[in-house]
């Protein structure tokens, strides 16, 4: 399963970028993803996209049980973290 961010190039913002879209796919094939992405995202017209596997494995600091959490969580959201398990 992988997850793709799309980002256009955007001047109003700061870093000079804006997340334009966050895609959830359950294909496994990546170079398929990308060359769909590609064509449908061109970077000529100020895209650009990222491809990342959706869930990723962590260790559980407390219980050392690894364990399946989605690539963005927050660190501090993350039983993998010490600040977890200190509020």
């Avoid at 491809?51 to 963005?72: A, F, K, P």
Wanted: proline residues 3%; hydrophobic residues 25%.
């Amino acid at each position: 399963m992988y997850t793709i961010e799309v980002y256009k190039k955007d001047k109003r913002v700061k870093i000079g970028e804006r997340l334009f879209r966050k895609v959830d796919h359950s294909t496994t094939d990546r170079d398929a993803i990308e060359k769909v992405y590609s064509t449908k995202y061109p970077s000529n017209s100020g895209y650009r996209f990222e491809i990342y596997e959706t869930y990723v494995t962590r260790l559980n600091m407390m219980s050392m049980i690894e364990y399946q959490e989605r690539y963005d969580t927050p660190y501090f959201c993350s039983p993998a973290s010490e600040s977890y398990w200190s509020m």
